[in-house]
Every structure is written in structure tokens, then in C-alpha cells.
């Protein structure tokens, strides 16, 4: 029995000594693993994954060096190698870097339209086009719609990789303002919501295809805002504030640009107010609480984009003489933009411009001009593309413009390069499908690779 129990102490001990030591062995093996993986920095990155916060990989620098003492140069190489994965692209509404567009008139070719966008991306380099949508075109009738236009224009843009500002105006007849004589003229709705509830509509068709949207078009001219109310700076901020609370709801990211104004040179509170006064009443209306951007025009007449309006330098050659011999800010492209750039700051607010259209027209190679367009025979097609990248250089170093779209890559073709139709002469496709002048300075910018 004494012999039994000795011999059954003795196994007893072997058997917990083996446990005792398999338990130390695991222990060790597992916090070994442990500190690797904190050390390559693989828990931060499965975090990471986990919650899909980032798409970029962290590197560990004490790795490299780690890995170059202990296995000398080539496995530092081997840690550099290492491919990373992009980062996700920021939301149009977060990327406030300049960038530049230009205007594309419809087609509803499909095969037409490719050729558009071939010319946008691969020889104009551009990421941005915009285009005009008439809500009265698309719902004439409350709840019937024609999209056959935007779908070829919209999915070949995505397709071709272009981003996409719509200018969306015109009010159909039934959403018009009761008693309103001039349904034949371009006016706002009388209830904000119907354009709200349009543009809600539009965003959930095309989802992820609609990048910014500028709220109406030069509101400050009686024949852009037809109102039995008239120009009411409070009137379109209030469309404003009802398209920008829609455009959010649907899809924070697409930017809300403000209707861009006319720089008229003209005040009469009826047919037009000056641009600058109308900003200020726009800025006092709430204009900067209810827009990401603050829309802008202007297309130049025969004198550069750096000209200031106050000192522009006699040119007796030219024969429309507006901005030598009647100074006013309207001629001036610098003080125009300047101008409004100082009315935002002055309220307190860092908001950017977005010009939704600029350009300057030529009919150096057109038989003919439209009629009022005298200072467009004053610029050649070498001016145009020299001023063209006069102001692609200035909004650039200014810091204040966001979004600035060319005024136009087609109508010409379009318009069959008519020479009285007053957008022919901004054209940059030009008569017989020669390219202008202009390609040249605006690929050179490359605004893809941006």
C-alpha cells in the first residue's frame, strides 16, 4: 500500500509539472504573437478594415528599421514596395480645390454626345461640364416627365468619367405664380417647394451622377425672373434656401452653387439691378447661410481679364468703345469677381465663388457677328485663348474661386455656326470643326490629373 501511494504521488507530480509547462509554453506563444502584431502595425490596420474607416495603409517606420537591421537592405526595400491602397475620393462638396469645367449643349444622340465628351476628357482635359436643364422641358405637366436628354447626357458622363453641374431654371406654366401675364418669359414658381421636390426628384434617378447644382440664372434681370412680385432678392433666397435643404437631404455631397447674376451695369429695380447691389441684398437676405458656393458671370468683351475697370488703357483700334469710354465695374472681369469676393468677406464669411459662366467671344473666322455683340470683331481667336489663360492663371492665385466654367465648347456646331446667334462667337469648336486656339492653353493645365 506505502509503495502504491508513492508511486501514484510521483505521477501525480510528472502530470501537473507537464500541464504547468505546457500552460507556460502557450502563454508565451501567445503573447509573442500578440507583440508582433502590435509591432507591423497589423491591429491598427485590421481596425481599420473592420470599420471600414480608411483605405490607407499604415506604415510603421520602426518596422523598416527593424527590419533593415535585422535582414539588412533588402527587406527594407520590401517594406517600402509595398502597394498602398488609394484613399476614398472626397465628396465634390469637401474638394475646394479650383477646378475647371466647361459648358456642353445637349444632344439627345447618343453618338453625338460621345463625341462631346471625348473632347471634354481627352483633348480639353477636363473633369467638369455643365449643363442647363429647363424644368419646364422635363415636367411640363406635375408629375410627367421627359428625361431622355439627361439620361444620354448624364450616363455618358459618368461613363467618360466627367463630373456634372446642372443649372436648373424655367418653371413650367402650372407651377408659374397665379395672374402672372408673362408665361411666355422666364420666371420662378410661385411655391419654392415644387422646384424643391423637381430637384428631388432629379438626384434620386440619378444617384451619384450630379455633382453641383447652381439655383436659377441671373435673378437680377427682369427677363431671367419674370414675377408678378419683381426682383426680390428675398423671393429667390427663399428658392434657395428650399433647393439647398432638398439638394442636403438627398446627398450632402453635391455642391449648391447660388444663381449666378448679370453684370448689368444698369439699376433700375425693374428691368435689371446692378449686380453689386443686388449682392448686397442677396448677402442681407441670408444668401451665405443657404448656399456652398456663391455663383458668379462674367463674359469678357474686348479688354483682358486683368484689366481692373478704372484703369483700362485706351485702344483706338477697338471699335466698340463700352469700357474706354464709359468706365463701369460690369466691363471689368477682375473687378467684377473682385467685387463680389469683398462683399463675402466683408459679411464675415470665407464662402468661394463658383463662376458658372465666362469666356470671350471672337468672329475672326464667322461671316458675320449678332447684333449687339460689336466688341466680339475686336477680339482675334489668339486673344481669346490669351485671355482664357489670363483668367485661368488669376482664379487660380486669387484663392477665392472654387468651380469656373467656360462659356462654350459646341454651340457652334449646334447652332451650325450661324453668326448671328450671340453664343457662336464663344465657342470653342469652330467653324469647319477646327479646334480654337484656346484647346492648346487649356489642356496644357491637364485639369484631370489635378
Known amino acids: 500500500m506505502q509503495q502504491t501511494s508513492a508511486t501514484n504521488a510521483r ?11 505546457l500552460g507556460i509554453t502557450l502563454l508565451l506563444g501567445a503573447l509573442t504573437f500578440i507583440g508582433i502584431y502590435y509591432a507591423t502595425g497589423q491591429v491598427d490596420a485590421a481596425a481599420d478594415n473592420a470599420d471600414d474607416l480608411s483605405l490607407t495603409i499604415l506604415t510603421n517606420p520602426e518596422v523598416e528599421a527593424r527590419a533593415a537591421a535585422q535582414d539588412g537592405p533588402q527587406a527594407a526595400a520590401r517594406a517600402q514596395d509595398a502597394t498602398p491602397v488609394p484613399a476614398a475620393t472626397l465628396p465634390p462638396a469637401e474638394d475646394q480645390s479650383f477646378q475647371l469645367g466647361v459648358q456642353v449643349e445637349p444632344n439627345p444622340d447618343p453618338e453625338v454626345y460621345k463625341l462631346w465628351m471625348g473632347e471634354v476628357r481627352d483633348k480639353l482635359k477636363l473633369k467638369w461640364i455643365k449643363l442647363q436643364v429647363r424644368w419646364a422641358d422635363v415636367e411640363p405637366e406635375p408629375g410627367q416627365y421627359n428625361w431622355d436628354a439627361l439620361d444620354v ?32 418669359e422666364v420666371g420662378p414658381p410661385a411655391d419654392p417647394q415644387d422646384y424643391a421636390n423637381f ?30 412680385y419683381g426682383l426680390s432678392a428675398e423671393r429667390y433666397v427663399e428658392l434657395l434656401r428650399a ?3 432638398a439638394i442636403k437631404m ?9 444663381g449666378a447674376l448679370s453684370p448689368t451695369g444698369w439699376n433700375d429695380g425693374v428691368q435689371a439691378y446692378d449686380d453689386f447691389v443686388y449682392m448686397d441684398m442677396l448677402i442681407q437676405a441670408g444668401l451665405l447661410e443657404t448656399t456652398d458656393c456663391v455663383g458668379a458671370h462674367h463674359n469678357g468683351y474686348n479688354i483682358g481679364p486683368g484689366v481692373p475697370w478704372n484703369q483700362v ?13 464709359n468706365p463701369h465695374h460690369s466691363w471689368s472681369f477682375y473687378s467684377t469677381l473682385q467685387g463680389y469676393a469683398q462683399r463675402i468677406q466683408q459679411a464675415g464669411s470665407d464662402k468661394k465663388l463658383c463662376v458658372t459662366e465666362f469666356g470671350w467671344p471672337t468672329t475672326e473666322d464667322l461671316e458675320g457677328y449678332p447684333t449687339g455683340f460689336e466688341f466680339a470683331n475686336d477680339n482675334t481667336l489668339e486673344e481669346q ?9 488669376l482664379m487660380d492665385q ?41 484647346y492648346e492653353v487649356i489642356a496644357k493645365y491637364n485639369f484631370r490629373e489635378r
Not at 505521477?11 to 509547462?21: G, Y
Not at 448624364?154 to 402650372?174: F, I, K, R
Not at 488703357?313 to 469710354?325: K, L
Open 398 to 438: 486669387w484663392g477665392f474661386v472654387w468651380l469656373a466654367f467656360l462659356w462654350n465648347l459646341n454651340y457652334g456646331p449646334q447652332a451650325g455656326w450661324n453668326a448671328t446667334n450671340d453664343n457662336v462667337p464663344y465657342s470653342l469648336l469652330r467653324p469647319n470643326w477646327q479646334s480654337a486656339p484656346a
Open 385 to 393: 485663348a490669351q485671355y482664357i489663360d489670363e483668367a485661368i492663371q
Open 11 to 21: 505521477q501525480r507530480q510528472i502530470r501537473n509539472f507537464v500541464i504547468a509547462w
Open 153 to 184: 447626357a448624364l450616363n455618358l458622363a459618368q461613363e467618360y468619367g466627367v463630373n456634372v453641374m446642372l443649372s436648373v431654371v424655367t418653371a413650367p406654366d402650372w407651377a408659374r405664380e397665379p395672374g402672372n401675364q408673362r408665361l411666355d
Open 199 to 228: 430637384l428631388i426628384t432629379m438626384l434620386y434617378r440619378y444617384p451619384g451622377q450630379i455633382h453641383a447644382i447652381e439655383v436659377w440664372n441671373e435673378m437680377n434681370i427682369d427677363r431671367e425672373w419674370a414675377s408678378v
Open 250 to 258: 438627398v446627398d450632402p455631397g453635391v455642391i449648391v452653387i447660388s
Open 313 to 325: 488703357p485706351n485702344d483706338p483700334t477697338a471699335t466698340f468703345r463700352g469700357p474706354f469710354d
Open 243 to 245: 433647393a439647398y435643404n
